[in-house]
């Protein structure tokens, strides 16, 4: 059941781009990444339907031997940490697809490309074995390289690169603690399920939990190695930054929740604190310097990297409701970057420019795009955490959780939503508010298909901020049985304390 | 009936969201041949099933206990939610003076805003606004009550900005979102850490939860004055008043409701957490000395104030900050009585204000006069409404005030002293106000101005009358003080200030109009007032140049030093291939002899290291 989420998407690129030019014209294209998006999403619906969420472990597990010698199996299955993520990645490939231009150059290439990230992204999300994991790890990095590279704006063979270099070190860092795990261990495994309850000496066990965390630190980003998103951001086309801020950041937070935390228990308890820290650097960090820019995807990539570190802050303590808010928290980013970039990208497409000191007055009537601005102002209003909508409620659960263990760390980062509110502010206020000027009168018309994937967003961003029992339904069980094992490996630590 | 009026109850601040959402085919633009009215009177229709639900039901529990009903919203792992209702005479009672004057004020600016384009966006935030006001009336939950607070922040944003091409509009509708936002923030900050500390956010259980709770000072002195800080933030208190001022530059029908009740509902909240602050002096002491710096120093900014509606918004400011007092002494129901006849009073004065700003199409208060007879109904409102709001003839404040009086009488007589200063110095206010408006001799813009629409006029006339039947109402609650028991030196005092205010704005500026606007030499203090004492470059000075000089530097260090080292990184790794290039000899055994000596050294280091 699984592998269609992998060999779906496969599928529909081999047609693409097998078929000749004269069958498959680019209208022709369109419509088939669209089917088979479509057809994912529906599949990934009715998954979601046949989940259990009373059940703890994985489901609809499937298991092929593949190299054995090397401990390489095709091992999936989905739990209540994946399950979110993989709808958000069927639902934003969907919408990446439906936002994207119409006239652009080579698209065979670029609706293959999407297709294979979207499988490359599944394949991760569900993979159960390490080596696996780190396969479609790798898989999903080459098309979202070449589609910076071929779609992007002017620098985008720099970003190109420095995305390809920072992940590629962030894979071979991953690929260094598994090998270590495995190796070290002494199980030759890559299962996941065989590796998990392991014991190595602490010492060991710090060295791979921390290169895991910098593997993975790429991804999110951690502060300092962020460099990179505000770069491939800028320079990306809107459909890739939608994915890339909606769903490949979660890889990251994924891998450090799912390796870092599921493997490594003990350890973590020890990295916890230096990690929360590392939170609350994050979101003040990425906040102040989001209120400095001056490009709008600037400032919406910068607001991720605040936005991640309550991911991380929540990982960080670790309670059962702190997974709970950090799974909470990824799926609410996911939607509420992947909608800012959909706007920003039609304001891009419209008017040519992404600079707030430019733009003014979008918000005009009858020759600006007001419904674009009122539904920016959602979206701006979610990030900044407003009640009603679904930013609000997972960083509520995040505080929360994070305030008994971490208290001054959580305050700390409670500050990330007032700046957050500073930024966007100003966005909107130069943006939108305040009289258009005379260069901007005649924007082209917008089309519906630009605007039906962030209504879709934000109708499901304030459906979930009123209706929150349906972004956690799907994780109770998992966070209460990963919190148990730590609670395990606390009790193991301090065999005192516990009574 | 009863039972199912009870039950529904959460449908009062249902409908005014409601109507907000039966607007958005007319606000987005989706239906265009109607014109926007037809949005209006959904949420007319909306307000007034609202404010008969609500009448209904307080029919129905006056002789009932206090009712509290429990409705999980979000309940996961050990984190339990609640949208919880307080059904009492008190909170019914908000609930009607909120619907009733929403009613007024949507009736209001169907003539005020009858020619705008954007009727139907202003509909739909105004059944916003109701609905996150009523809910915060009836909210018996301090979660619930701060994401209303939040939403009410939203749509104050929105709502100042609602003409949102002019500079100064931009402007002051941030201003007013990021200066409620801190406090907001900080409230939150208290809302998780009351939820942590104390595991529930019921206000009745953290009521009883207050009683026993033993904290450090420490936390029970910050958790007090985080809390506090989100109605000082809503009220519009030093040092967070700057925005309601600004936010004059709004839509005349939104003023009305953000000078009367919005303002209120921070302190309705305040009220609501009271058992919570009396855990700590400290935030009690904060609470009352921000009270006494805003009551004073906002009565005397009002005073040298240009615009009608600014000149009357710092006296808002003021009254609240009366509020904050008699909360801080712990004087519950004389904060509510405050908060009632101030929020019908000075509802009144702002509909007037209105009907004014319409016909003159001006609030600048030296362009105004003589408009006491070509406006009878607007005169009138004004005198009333004003009346209501100082302590000099029996209406509403009179009794609301006296009783304030004879709280702080015995305990803290200098706070007395205080109330006499800000009446005085209201009273002359508005005296000034209402000689440069209705005084005088016509301006040229003032020569040639009509009495209001009936739009306008009706519900302005219908709150005089609310306004008049006031100290009646009071009677019928049994709220005034039988003849016995009024402390006449209190009496007495209060209208000697409420006099000699009157008197002396009525010798400075009912008399010849040059001689009040040149004259006298306060110049420096006049100006000084006029700019709220520096605060905005207070502000600038402080918060905001360490927010903006913060970030750049921030800026600066990500793309110099972080970037540039990964930058530096990638051009010596470059560099490097580039000048080793020129080694290559071509010849394999060169090649075997580095790469021997690489790994020899490699396993120096790894064998150094372990």
């Known amino acids: 059941m699984l592998s269609l989420l992998i060999w779906g998407p496969l599928f529909g690129t081999a047609l693409i781009a097998l078929l000749p030019a004269a069958v498959m014209t680019p209208a022709r294209a369109r419509q088939i990444a669209l089917v088979v998006a479509a057809g994912v999403l529906l599949w990934t619906g009715y998954l979601v339907m046949q989940f259990d969420p009373n059940l703890p472990g994985l489901q609809f597990r499937e298991s092929l031997s593949w190299v054995d010698s090397l401990g390489l199996t095709y091992q999936l299955g989905v739990d209540g940490l994946s399950l979110p993520l993989i709808v958000i990645n069927s639902l934003l490939v969907l919408m990446a697809l439906v936002a994207t231009d119409l006239n652009l150059t080579r698209p065979r290439l670029y609706y293959s490309l999407v297709l294979i990230l979207e499988a490359g992204v599944a394949g991760a999300f569900v993979a159960q074995n390490l080596l696996l994991f780190f396969l479609f790890y790798e898989v999903e990095l080459i098309p979202l390289y070449l589609m910076i590279a071929i779609w992007g704006g002017a620098k985008r063979g720099y970003a190109a690169t420095k995305f390809l270099i920072y992940t590629a070190i962030s894979g071979v860092l991953m690929l260094a603690a598994f090998f270590g795990l495995s190796f070290l261990s002494g199980s030759h495994s890559f299962d996941y399920d065989g590796l998990q309850a392991q014991a190595l000496p602490m010492a060991t066990q710090l060295v791979l939990l921390i290169t895991l965390v910098v593997a993975f630190g790429i991804k999110i980003p951690l502060v300092p190695f962020h460099t990179w998103l505000p770069d491939a951001h800028v320079e990306a086309p809107t459909p890739a930054s939608v994915l890339l801020a909606g769903v490949l950041l979660k890889l990251g937070t994924y891998g450090l929740l799912k390796f870092g935390f599921g493997l490594f228990p003990e350890a973590w308890q020890l990295i916890a604190p230096g990690l929360a820290v590392v939170a609350v650097i994050n979101v003040l960090y990425g906040s102040f310097v989001a209120i400095a820019q001056t490009d709008m995807k600037k400032i919406v990539a910068y607001s991720s990297v605040g936005h991640m570190g309550y991911v991380i802050l929540a990982s960080a303590a670790a309670t059962p409701l702190a997974l709970m808010g950090a799974i909470a928290q990824m799926i609410s980013h996911g939607l509420i970057s992947a909608l800012l970039f959909l706007l920003v990208g039609v304001v891009y497409s419209k008017t040519g420019t992404r600079d707030v000191t430019v733009l003014r007055g979008l918000l005009a009537p009858e020759c600006g795009m007001p419904l674009i601005g009122s539904l920016m102002i959602v979206g701006v209003m979610a990030s900044a955490g407003i009640p009603g909508m679904v930013g609000f409620i997972a960083e509520f659960i995040v505080y929360r959780a994070s305030f008994p263990v971490f208290p001054i760390q959580t305050i700390l980062s409670m500050l990330g939503t007032g700046l957050t509110a500073v930024y966007f502010l100003n966005l909107v206020n130069r943006v939108f508010f305040g009289r258009m000027t005379e260069s901007l009168a005649q924007l082209p018309r917008i089309a519906w298909r630009d605007r039906i994937p962030s209504i879709v967003m934000v109708v499901l961003v304030i459906f979930l901020g009123l209706q929150p029992d349906w972004l956690v339904h799907w994780s109770k069980s998992t966070t209460l049985a990963l919190s148990e094992v730590n609670r395990t490996a606390t009790a193991l630590m301090l065999p005192d304390s516990e009574p | 009936m009863n039972q199912f009026l009870i039950q529904t109850a959460w449908w009062v601040p249902a409908y005014g969201l409601l109507g907000a959402l039966l607007t958005l085919p007319w606000s987005i633009g989706l239906i265009r041949r109607t014109g926007p009215r037809p949005a209006a009177y959904f949420n007319l229709l909306m307000t007034v099933l609202a404010l008969v639900h609500c009448v209904a039901l307080l029919n129905d529990i006056w002789d009932l206990p206090v009712l509290h009903i429990d409705m999980p919203w979000f309940r996961i792992l050990d984190l339990n939610l609640y949208l919880s209702l307080q059904i009492s005479r008190v909170s019914v009672g908000a609930a009607i003076l909120i619907t009733g004057l929403s009613l007024l004020a949507q009736v209001f600016a169907l003539g005020y805003l009858e020619k705008d384009w954007g009727l139907a966006r202003f509909y739909a935030l105004m059944g916003f606004f109701e609905g996150a006001m009523s809910g915060l009336a009836l909210s018996d939950s301090l979660f619930f009550s701060y994401a209303l607070l939040e939403m009410l922040t939203l749509s104050t944003y929105l709502l100042v900005g609602f003409w949102y091409a002019q500079p100064l509009v931009v402007k002051a509708a941030r201003d007013a979102f990021l200066t409620k936002r801190v406090g907001d923030l900080l409230l939150l900050m208290g809302v998780v850490a009351v939820s942590t500390i104390a595991g529930t956010l019921d206000f009745a259980e953290l009521t009883a939860w207050a009683k ?399």
Request: with cysteine; aromatic share 10%; charged share 10%.
């Open chain 2, 212 to 610: 026993t709770a033993d904290l450090a000072p420490l936390t029970a002195n910050l958790l007090g004055l985080a809390l506090i800080f989100g109605p000082i933030g809503k009220c519009a208190q030093f040092p967070l008043n700057l925005w309601l001022d600004e936010a004059m530059e709004g839509p005349n029908p939104a003023s009305i409701m953000r000078n009367s009740v919005v303002v209120a509902c921070g302190a309705y909240v305040l009220i609501q957490m009271q058992p919570l602050l009396a855990l700590s002096p400290l935030a009690l002491t904060t609470l009352m000395a921000l009270g006494a710096v805003t009551a004073v120093g906002a009565s005397l900014v009002a005073i040298a104030q240009i615009d009608i509606k600014r000149a009357l918004s710092h006296t808002t400011s003021a009254y609240l900050g009366l509020v904050f007092l008699a909360v801080g002494m712990q004087q519950n129901e004389v904060a509510l009585l405050f908060l009632f006849t101030h929020a019908v009073g000075k509802a009144l004065q702002f509909m007037s204000v209105g009907s004014i700003i319409l016909t003159t199409s001006t609030q600048d208060l030296r362009e105004m006069g003589g408009l006491a007879g070509r406006m009878p109904a607007t005169t009138s409102a004004f005198v009333v409404g004003s009346l209501a709001c100082v302590a000099l003839v029996p209406l509403g404040s009179f009794w609301s005030m006296q009783e304030w009086a004879n709280r702080f009488w015995l305990g803290a007589p200098i706070f007395v002293g205080m109330l006499l200063v800000v009446n005085g110095l209201t009273a002359f206010n508005l005296t000034r106000v209402f000689g440069l408006v209705f005084w005088g001799d016509p301006q040229p813009k003032t020569r040639r101005a009509p009495e209001a629409p009936w739009l306008i006029a009706t519900p302005m006339v219908a709150l005089m009358v609310i306004v008049l039947l006031v100290p009646v109402m009071l009677w019928r609650w049994g709220l005034l003080p039988t003849w016995s028991q009024i402390n006449w030196t209190t009496v007495a005092l209060l209208v000697t200030s409420g006099a000699v205010g009157v008197t002396a704005g009525g010798l400075l500026y009912l008399g010849d109009r040059r001689a009040q606007l040149q004259g006298n030499g306060w110049k420096g203090i006049q100006t000084l007032l006029a700019q709220d004492f520096c605060m905005e470059q207070i502000y600038r000075l402080s918060i905001i140049l360490g927010v903006q000089q913060g970030s750049r530097l921030t800026a600066w260090i990500d793309r110099y030093i972080v970037d540039g080292a990964v930058n530096l990184l990638g051009f010596a790794s470059i560099l490097g291939g580039e000048t080793l290039k020129y080694t290559i000899s071509g010849q394999a055994k060169h090649y075997l002899l580095t790469v021997f000596f690489g790994v020899v050294l490699g396993v120096v280091c790894l064998t150094w290291v372990f």
